[in-house]
């Protein structure tokens, strides 16, 4: 039974050997020795029991090994599909990075070589229509550049270039990938202050053309591609051509063969070795290493060149030797002297229109347009008027007709303009003679706050055309916008008070800021600035920006828009031509400074005819005119003391409009001023925002000098000029008018207790309409009352006033002022309100006579008078009936009022 037992283990051992193909060798030899013999079938068993288990052990090694082999390579296939995977997607997102956001095309180089033997003429028109060159302004390179062929220049001069710049230069395609890796290698891992050092010679000349400059990868890629596509399109020894041409090499100069004449005064072919390698020197860092500045560094930079140049087998070991540690010869004495020619503010302004024109018109970069205009042999036609500018430099820089100021020396700029042809005229961007070659012009390029002169334009003229208003208005003279944290009213007006019922006449001439902004509200902000900037040529406002820090600008917002407080401000030239709408009959025309440019062949590659645009109708143009006349010539006009043109008496009827600015702070002073013939406008301030301290504004006494000469120059010399403006077929003039109702004026009008009490009167017979607007209902805002001449009250129905003391008089009827707090009125003493049968009159003589149908913390507004000329007269009040506060011993408290 045992020995059964035996046998079935030993079979289910067998067994289980066969399904694990293991065995133990070692129990199978120590079962043979523990037996002491063997029979001849028992040793064959085991021998063949070793066999296989040699082979079982085999088989498993080597699934052992099929299954670790199978893992690696299911692992390795899995990582090669992965990168596959990520590569594509890394590639696919780069194609579609260049595709948006990279312009692989550059033909900025298309242009560049110019005959430097040419040069461009600048011309006005006479008169007579006759072309006049300006001989003084004629260009001739005024940033020292000279080209020069690649045959003339000498070889050692290319070689040192090459040699320290791109020594494989001559093999690439315009880039060099190991240059290129080295540099993304220490972008990822940085062994150097910067990430460059790998820009060939193509990529160079790119950058130096584009003027584009930026540490960035977006900048290095689009360089890498326009380098590639440059290769294609041009010879190697063009490309060096036009990198040894205009590269910068300090001391005003650019490109080599100018730079050989300032340092050495030699040409080119006449240059040493060592005068070769001192001007690649320069190229890495032109100032770092002017000879003339730094010749230490200069010195050593050559010496490493030089180095370069051996070790490349550019030059032998002699010459080597004898250039290496060589003294330079420096000489400032050449042949040929480039200075540069300080223009005129106006041929500043023409030559950066003409740039921009040129970079348009040709598609290509700031440096080929440069080319183009100083070398070019172009044939420039501008619009100056040599008089006009004459004029304005005349005034600017005589001190005995500047505003007295204190402090330091202000400044000034001024603008003057043709409205019908946009021609401008003549330019000045400071004050005193002009030293500086291509320096600041205030007039052009500085950005300064107008203050009111922007009311006009932003929304009083819109204001009109969309009939919001007429010429009469009316306006209320009333602050809109509560502050709850402050408890105050926003905006205040420059003196402090409020007007209440006005014309809008009054309105402008005053320059209320109240009723800018209540204008508005109205019209919209963002139809207001997009008018603004859609229609009347304003490229300095902004919409929204948000800086850095989180901080948001924006321009479309009630401050800018309705009192002038911009972002960046406004520049003189925009402002010119858009007050040129006015004066052009509704038309909006871009101010220009040239009229063509020719090419050396006499062929007109730029036809500068202005940009035209109908804005307004022309009822609307003549009515503002109108309006900003009256700021000129008008009882209030905020301009007629510092304008005196129409005063002089051989001008006096000369037509004049305009609107003065300025800023709460006083650091900035405007005018914009114009006749039928001018439009001009002048600012005044400090460079540095410092505040102006002077009586009047300065800015409307500049313009006054000029335009008072210009006048007294076309009248002495018999010229011809226009003296008012034209008055529309749909115009209607000499409309008499109610200022409070906007409508035709009746006897109650004439009654006005305001206007009898010593204020403005309210009827006027200057009224400007568009026939489709000509009034033809009468006032019904001005409500008879018999007034008290003694007690100085309102005499209502239950005063037993003497008949001598009473007069005709009428209050205003004005319902619709509402505040959180009590706002000084100046009219809010002569406001009607009508109250209900069996109304009690207050007894009160500090309140007007409607006080108590004004329920508690409402305001309507107060004069600040303690006695009010619309309280009723209390002195011959005799009611039938007692009043509630003498009934229950309690008397109204007006202490809340004021």
């Not at 460059?196 to 130096?208: C, D, H, P």
């Not at 901080?551 to 406004?570: C, E, I, N, R």
């Amino acid at each position: 039974m045992q020995d059964e037992n035996n046998i079935n283990k030993n079979d289910n051992e067998e067994m289980l050997s066969k399904k694990t193909k293991m065995i133990d060798i070692s129990e199978i030899k120590n079962g043979e020795k523990a037996n002491g013999s063997s029979t001849p079938t028992s040793s064959g068993i085991g021998k063949r029991r070793a066999k296989i288990a040699a082979k079982i052990t085999l088989k498993s090694v080597l699934f052992i090994l099929r299954k670790v082999l199978t893992y690696t390579l299911n692992i390795l296939l899995t990582i090669i599909l992965v990168g596959i995977i990520t590569g594509a997607v890394v590639g696919l997102a780069f194609i579609i990075y260049i595709k948006n956001y990279i312009d692989p095309e550059y033909n900025g180089l298309d242009n560049l070589k110019f005959d430097s033997s040419l040069s461009s003429p600048i011309f006005y028109v006479n008169e007579l229509g006759e072309e006049v060159e300006l001989e003084a302004d004629r260009l001739h390179g005024s940033e020292n550049r000279l080209w020069a062929e690649y045959t003339a220049m000498p070889e050692n001069l290319v070689e040192a270039f090459v040699a320290v710049e791109d020594q494989r230069f001559f093999t690439h395609n315009g880039v060099d990938t190991k240059r290129t890796a080295s540099a993304i290698y220490n972008f990822f891992i940085p062994t150097k202050s910067s990430y460059g050092g790998g820009s060939t010679i193509t990529q160079q000349l790119i950058k130096n053309v584009t003027g584009e400059n930026d540490n960035t990868i977006q900048r290095k890629i689009q360089e890498i591609f326009r380098a590639l596509n440059v290769e294609e399109k041009f010879l190697k020894t063009e490309i060096l051509e036009m990198y040894l041409n205009t590269i910068a090499m300090s001391q005003n100069t650019h490109g080599v063969k100018a730079a050989a004449e300032t340092y050495f005064g030699k040409d080119l072919g006449d240059l040493t070795l060592v005068e070769c390698a001192a001007l690649a020197a320069i190229a890495k860092s032109p100032v770092a290493y002017d000879p003339i500045i730094n010749p230490k560094n200069n010195l050593e930079r050559r010496n490493l060149i030089l180095k370069l140049m051996l070790e490349q087998g550019k030059i032998n070991v002699d010459e080597f030797n004898e250039a290496y540690d060589a003294p330079l010869s420096l000489s400032r004495d050449g042949e040929t002297e480039y200075t540069e020619t300080v223009h005129s503010y106006y041929i500043d302004a023409v030559l950066d229109d003409v740039m921009v024109a040129l970079m348009e018109t040709f598609d290509c970069d700031k440096t080929t347009a440069s080319r183009m205009l100083y070398s070019g042999g172009l044939n420039i036609i501008t619009c100056l008027d040599p008089f006009v500018q004459s004029t304005l430099e005349d005034v600017f820089t005589d001190d005995t007709k500047w505003p007295t100021t204190t402090g330091i020396r202000a400044q000034a700029a001024m603008t003057v303009m043709d409205p019908k042809t946009g021609n401008l005229l003549g330019i000045v961007g400071g004050r005193g003679e002009k030293k500086i070659s291509r320096g600041l012009n205030r007039a052009t390029q500085s950005m300064r706050q107008c203050g009111s002169a922007i009311k006009p334009l932003s929304v009083y003229a819109l204001a009109i055309d969309m009939g919001i208003y007429t010429y009469t208005g009316p306006v209320d003279d009333v602050p809109t916008v509560y502050n709850e944290k402050t408890n105050s009213y926003w905006p205040t007006n420059a003196n402090k008070v409020y007007e209440g019922r006005v014309s809008l006449s009054f309105a402008i001439q005053k320059s209320l800021n109240t009723v800018a902004v209540s204008t508005v509200q109205k019209i919209g902000v963002e139809k207001v600035f997009d008018n603004l900037v859609n229609n009347m040529g304003f490229t300095t406002l902004i919409e929204r920006k948000t800086l850095d820090n989180g901080k948001t600008y924006s321009d479309m917002q009630l401050s800018p828009l309705a009192l002038g407080s911009f972002t960046y401000g406004v520049t003189v030239r925009e402002m010119t031509q858009a007050y040129s709408v006015f004066a052009n009959n509704g038309v909006f025309i871009k101010a220009r400074t040239f009229y063509e440019v020719r090419d050396n062949k006499g062929n007109v590659i730029i036809n500068n005819t202005p940009e035209k645009k109908e804005v307004y109708s022309e009822s609307t143009a003549y009515i503002m005119t109108s309006l900003l006349r009256n700021v000129v010539s008008g009882s209030y006009g905020t301009a007629v003391r510092d304008v005196t043109l129409n005063d002089k008496g051989k001008f006096s009827e000369l037509q004049v409009a305009g609107k003065t600015g300025s800023t709460n702070d006083n650091k900035d002073n405007y005018f914009a001023g114009y006749t039928p013939d001018y439009v001009a406008c002048c600012w005044f301030g400090y460079d540095n925002n410092k505040t102006i301290v002077s009586s009047g504004n300065p800015a409307t006494k500049l313009w006054d000098a000029v335009m008072l000469k210009i006048y007294t120059h076309l009248e002495d010399n018999d010229i011809d000029y226009t003296k008012k403006f034209e008055v529309p077929a749909s115009v209607v003039t000499g409309v008499q008018y109610c200022s409070v109702s906007g409508k035709l004026a009746t006897d109650a009008c004439k009654n006005d207790l305001m206007h009898y009490k010593g204020g403005m009167t309210t009827v006027y017979s200057d009224g400007v309409f568009d026939k489709s607007s000509v009034p033809t209902e009468y006032c019904d805002m001005h409500v008879p009352i018999k007034w008290n001449t003694v007690t100085q009250a309102v005499s209502l129905p239950g005063c037993n006033c003497p008949p001598e003391q009473l007069i005709d008089a009428s209050l205003r009827l004005i319902t619709d002022r509402h505040f959180n707090r009590q706002v000084t009125i100046r009219d809010a003493q002569y406001v009607y309100m009508p109250v209900p049968e069996g109304y009690v009159y207050p007894t009160s003589v500090n309140v007007p006579f409607f006080q108590n149908i004004i329920g508690q913390g409402v305001y309507v507004g107060s004069s600040g008078s303690g006695k009010p000329f619309n309280r009723i007269c209390i002195e011959h009040y005799q009611p039938d009936i007692p009043f509630p506060d003498q009934d229950d011993g309690t008397e109204f408290d007006d202490s809340i009022l004021y």
